[in-house]
């Protein structure tokens, strides 16, 4: 059976770490996240996005 996706997977599917990672760039907590993941899925979208341009450009390190 397909596991059904979630907010880290997503992230991860971009090439960020983890959804720590998002948290870290956006200073939005996970809890956050995952309801913006469940309840704004573009607005999700874009953040992830954000942050994979913002390492990509900036080389964003967050810490571990």
């Keep these: ?23 870290d760039i ?10 913006w993941y469940k309840n704004k899925r573009d607005l999700f979208e874009v953040v992830v996005i954000g942050c994979v341009a913002l390492k990509q450009i900036k080389g964003y390190q967050s810490g571990d």
Aim: proline residues 0%.
């Design 26 to 35: 956006t200073g939005q907590s996970s809890v956050t996240l995952i309801n």
């Design 1 to 23: 059976l397909m596991q059904a996706t979630t907010a880290s997977q997503v992230a991860k599917r971009n090439g960020l770490k983890s959804l720590k990672e998002v948290s």
